[in-house]
């Protein structure tokens, strides 16, 4: 009972909105009723239209966001445990966090060309600085017990970013991925919609074209259903991952 | 000096061009762009697109703080109220805001006022959140005291709850700045004929690199600017908050 009180609200936005669009108070073509949204949302998926873009969202995010990882890990280390890295990089990354980078769009797609790559290329980009930031941070941060200790034992420079530094800034480096993920879907989204060609930030804009609200809410359904998909499977690999971490060291 | 890495990157960047590492067609070389921007500075072009693109994200930005402080407070407040936004808040919670665009448009048209209910629907989340969490952890005792002296319930949201959510309210706040710009570019970039986003996209549709660079910065400018104007105002307001120091 308590969970039925509790999508209430949600259950009646949906009935209204369901309501005033078969009553026709607003135009039904611009404002169709939820149920309409539902039934095409369902066929999307039985006719096959909808795996494809959903494929290619899907795999730019994640690959944009797997080579910002790849990157921004080594990178932010580095910026934690030596001086010159971090005098180099901290500035650039600290001034570029807050910067639009989606404004990068049209250059990537010069340097880049119209498909996949420069999506992916801006996605990574865009991923790049909470990842460098958040595992800089936690290289900075940690105690320096642990490296006086694996020093005397004597683990070399390179071993001891690797065996040392990056478990225990493993729950920061975490704390961007899980940032990151949220970046990458949004920014293949938007770089489908102002750069074509594919995906389903392509298939919304196309659906806008031909004023077909239906198909342009179910896809906007699928992508804010990719998103909190994406975003839940990282934060439940947060716990098995990262299962020997009991708190801030 | 901590500045100085910028300024190397920048060096760099002219000398590879100068030296012709860098083929213009690849990358105008610092002096082009920077020429490009002095010429709209000079035209005032550039000051009535920007001009343009602050009405969009001020405008809703401004909505989003108003209305999103005021939901925020009163749903941490009353529990009705509560019960009936938060479910449909976390329905709203995952959905990229810039995909909103194309809908908003089919509603309400391609002109501004789809752009500036998508940024208020996008800065809207992180404010209603921050105040929410802000006056929800009001410590009690503030209120008792507060009541204890016969404050009314309507006074007491302004006079003791408002400002004692006030620090989590401005960081809040300081995320949607940020999403403003984010969500403004996205919707210039898609349908607008005025407004820094169709400025960069129109330049970089022609193959004008170096002003759609110098725009590029100018926004990157831009932005920087309004974040550490921000960050100084709030120290000022909130001289009185452990935040300032």
């Given at each position: 009972m308590p969970l039925l009180i509790r999508i209430a609200p949600v259950a009646l936005v949906l009935a209204a909105w369901e309501l005033v669009s078969r009553a026709a108070l607003v135009n039904p073509h611009v404002f169709p009723p939820v149920s309409e949204i539902a039934l095409r949302w369902v066929a999307l998926f039985v006719d096959g239209r909808i795996y494809l873009p959903l494929w290619e969202t899907v795999w730019r995010a994640l690959a944009g966001f797997a080579v910002a990882v790849a990157i921004g890990v080594p990178l932010g280390l580095l910026m934690g445990r030596v001086r010159a890295a971090e005098w180099f990089f901290e500035p650039l990354f600290s001034f570029g966090f807050p910067l639009p980078k989606i404004a990068l769009i049209p250059l990537y797609v010069h340097w880049f060309g119209l498909f996949s790559l420069s999506k992916v290329m801006l996605i990574s980009t865009d991923c790049l600085f909470p990842m460098v930031l958040f595992t800089y941070h936690g290289a900075r941060g940690l105690s320096p017990v642990y490296l006086w200790s694996a020093q005397s034992r004597g683990t070399g420079r390179v071993r001891m970013l690797w065996r040392v530094v990056l478990p225990l800034s493993a729950a920061s480096i975490y704390d961007g991925i899980q940032v990151a993920i949220v970046v990458a879907v949004l920014v293949a989204v938007v770089s489908e919609m102002v750069s074509?060609?594919?995906g389903l930030g392509q298939l919304m804009i196309r659906s806008y074209r031909f004023g077909d609200v239906r198909t342009a809410f179910a896809a906007l359904v699928t992508i804010s259903l990719v998103g909190y998909a994406l975003y839940s499977a990282v934060q439940w690999l947060r716990g098995r991952l990262l299962f020997w971490h009991t708190g801030d060291v | 000096m901590r500045l100085l890495p910028l300024f190397i990157i920048v060096a760099a960047w002219q000398a590879a061009s100068s030296a012709g590492w860098l083929p213009k067609a690849l990358l105008p070389s610092f002096w082009e762009v920077a020429s490009a921007l002095g010429a709209l500075v000079s035209s005032g072009e550039i000051f009535r697109h920007t001009a343009s693109s602050f009405a969009r994200a001020g405008a809703g930005f401004a909505i989003a703080v108003i209305g999103g402080i005021a939901l925020g407070i009163v749903m941490a407040r009353v529990k009705a109220v509560q019960r009936a936004v938060e479910p449909v808040l976390l329905l709203i919670?995952?959905?990229?805001?810039?995909?909103l665009i194309p809908l908003f448009m089919i509603w309400l048209?391609?002109?501004?006022v789809s752009k500036v209910t998508v940024i208020a629907l996008a800065c809207l989340l992180p404010v209603v959140v921050a105040s929410f969490n802000g006056a929800r952890s009001v410590d009690d005792v503030l209120l008792w005291s507060a009541r204890a002296r016969g404050t009314s319930e309507h006074r007491l949201l302004w006079r003791v709850v408002l400002p004692a959510a006030l620090p989590q309210i401005a960081a809040g706040v300081r995320t949607a700045i940020a999403i403003a710009i984010i969500v403004l570019v996205s919707s210039e970039f898609i349908?607008?004929?005025?407004g820094l986003g169709y400025l960069i996209f129109s330049y970089g549709g022609v193959g004008a690199d170096d002003a759609m660079l110098a725009v590029v910065i100018w926004l990157g400018a831009l932005g920087y600017l309004l974040d550490r104007l921000y960050l100084a105002g709030l120290r000022r307001a909130m001289s009185w908050h452990a935040f300032a120091h």
């Open positions: 074509g060609s594919t | 919670y995952p959905v990229p805001k810039p995909a048209g391609i002109g501004d349908s607008a004929e005025t």
